[in-house]
């Protein structure tokens, strides 16, 4: 589903992302772990075409390391950015039919809004409140939700349980978890590997903007190196 | 039954305000003259001119304080195409003025001024805010200037004299300053101008209306609220926001040629930082992205200036027995006084959409 090789992303003269490889098979849930700094955010978002990036990136075989952000979108890779960036003045409704701007199936999209409404039953509570007046949680699920109009092939979430309490952080997990349970394929950035790695098939680990260590989730939460780096343990 | 009365009345209303619009200068004219008549058909043009502005601040939410350029480059060229400049500047290229009919000029003014929206919105695709403001200042102050020394080597814009003797509109052969008998009543050349104008302006406000609720719009209400949401949203921000610059533009590039066509003469004078700002003002305090709260500030703050004008002298003379103040310093007092009360007590204009009460309203409750 998605490759990338020798991603290299720089602010200035510091780099961020010093060259990684990664894969996401169809299907697949993987998570990308990392300590704050890692350079998570900026291979997500350079994945996505938000920040120019040397290196290749293809989207089901086909590279789009040359395409613009808002053609990813059509081509069924949907982000939901970090800090959640929901639209905060815009009823939820408007976040959702915002998300399908690139739709124009008029009678699909209002069945997809029920479909979000029926993984997201809190959303269809506060379908007419402005977004920027929901919980963090809420919040969260507003730009799920909305990414999810698009009808992605993969989702690409970023810190998704990022200043969530944490009820609310299994609820959003949950939710995840159901997206990825309908067929969407999943690369999640997360700084609480544990959470991550539960959910994903297989984590990749970046340190100071490489990847250190690639490995199926259950062997990463075995790892020694692991455990005392990011489980705390 | 209620659906039916409620459309019946719908029908009514437009009906009357059709009505009031169609004889609105003849009642005016023959209560205050037709000084006045003339001072309505300006209202209109700065109506067509907020209206413009409208799309780019106040539904892509991109502060321009530059729009006044577009005004006049509209002017400008209705001005070259319309009069006996090009030919006595240049005889060797020019044998008489081009002339061209008015279905021609309008529309070329417009697209050139539309391609000047683009131009200026290349180079600031990145800059929002102020940093966009202070550019869109500059290029406003650029095109001024450029028309105040593009006299030499070549006299193309006659510099700081201006270019008198443009044409007026001829429509049907007929030129719309001279006056016209229909039917045993005459027509001023105002009252002409005015339906003139009246006639652009209400396709202006449709085409306002259709953006607004097209695809378009909501791109430009997405990049307004969050410009990494929007392209997340797949919307393409660059070229969302360069049609906006250039759709803003087009409106300003019509009002100007219709201003330089009811003037008769435009000078660099005419499109200075004022103007701009007077018409942000028009856009902000009628209700930034409403577009009858736009419409309405254009009406009020092309109108009240004028009342005041002339409502100032003899109640002068009636309170202290003679002036104390002169009139056009009185007008900018009370005008800054005025747009400090409106930005104090109702921050979202006088006329705002739901959405803009509602993000203010969240503001207020997040400082409290």
């Known amino acids: ?233 | 039954m209620s659906a039916t009365n409620a459309r019946l009345k719908s029908r009514l209303g437009i009906a009357l305000i059709a009505v009031a619009l169609a004889v609105l200068p003849f009642v005016v004219g023959a209560g205050f003259g037709n000084s006045w008549v003339r001072i309505i058909d300006f209202a209109l043009l700065y109506i067509m001119l907020a209206l413009g502005l409208n799309i780019v601040v106040g539904f892509a939410g991109l502060l321009d304080l530059g729009y006044i350029a577009f005004y006049a480059v509209g002017a400008y060229l209705y001005a070259l195409l319309s009069s006996p400049h090009l030919a006595q500047a240049f005889p060797a290229l020019f044998a008489a003025a081009p002339g061209w009919p008015v279905w021609l000029v309008l529309p070329l003014g417009a697209g050139l001024a539309g391609l000047c929206g683009v131009l200026l919105g290349t180079p600031t695709l990145k800059l929002r805010g102020d940093y966009l403001a202070i550019v869109t200042l500059g290029f406003g102050e650029i095109i001024r200037i450029f028309l105040n020394n593009l006299n030499a080597p070549a006299n193309i814009t006659n510099g700081p004299q201006g270019i008198n003797n443009i044409a007026a509109v001829h429509i049907g052969g007929h030129a719309l300053n001279r006056p016209l008998e229909l039917f045993g009543i005459v027509l001023p050349g105002v009252h002409l101008h005015y339906y003139f104008f009246l006639a652009l302006t209400l396709l202006v406000i449709f085409v306002c209306v259709r953006l607004q609720d097209s695809r378009l719009g909501r791109a430009w209400v997405a990049i307004r609220e969050d410009e990494v949401a929007a392209r997340a949203c797949g919307i393409n921000t660059r070229n969302v926001k360069l049609l906006a610059f250039g759709l803003g533009a087009t409106f300003g590039g019509v009002a100007g040629g219709l201003f330089a066509s009811f003037q008769g003469f435009v000078s660099p004078e005419s499109f200075g930082l004022l103007e701009s700002i007077m018409v942000l003002c028009m856009v902000v305090l009628g209700g930034m992205g409403h577009i009858p709260g736009v419409i309405l500030g254009a009406v009020l703050l092309a109108l009240l200036p004028e009342a005041l004008r002339w409502g100032a002298v003899p109640m002068q003379q009636s309170l202290f027995g003679k002036v104390l103040i002169d009139p056009e310093s009185l007008r900018l007092l009370l005008f800054g006084v005025a747009l400090v009360l409106v930005m104090r007590w109702r921050p979202e204009g006088l006329w705002p959409s739901a959405l803009r009460r509602r993000e203010l309203s969240t503001h207020a409750a997040d400082g409290a």
């Open chain 1, 1 to 233: 589903m998605l490759e990338v090789a020798g991603l290299q992303v720089h602010y200035g003269g510091i780099a961020a992302v010093k060259g990684i490889d990664l894969h996401v098979a169809a299907g697949e849930k993987v998570a990308l772990i990392g300590a704050n700094g890692a350079g998570k955010t900026s291979t997500l978002k350079a994945i996505a075409r938000m920040l120019p990036a040397r290196g290749s990136v293809k989207l089901q075989g086909e590279d789009i390391a040359h395409a613009a952000p808002h053609a990813l979108v059509r081509r069924g890779l949907a982000l939901v950015p970090e800090g959640r960036g929901v639209f905060a003045r815009l009823s939820v409704l408007e976040n959702l039919e915002m998300g399908a701007y690139s739709r124009t199936d008029r009678a699909q999209i209002l069945a997809d809004i029920e479909r979000v409404f029926a993984l997201l039953p809190r959303l269809k509570e506060r379908a007419t409140q402005t977004a920027g007046t929901l919980s963090g949680g809420e919040q969260q699920m507003v730009a799920i939700g909305r990414a999810l109009m698009s009808r992605p092939r993969i989702l690409l979430l970023d810190e998704p349980s990022m200043g969530l309490s944490p009820i609310m952080v299994d609820t959003v997990f949950d939710v995840i978890r159901e997206v990825a349970r309908e067929g969407v394929t999943l690369l999640l950035v997360e700084q609480n590997a544990r959470l991550a790695l539960s959910l994903c098939d297989r984590g990749y680990v970046m340190d100071s903007g490489r990847v250190t260590l690639e490995a199926p989730s259950a062997a990463l939460l075995d790892n020694p190196a692991v455990r005392a780096a990011y489980l705390g343990e």
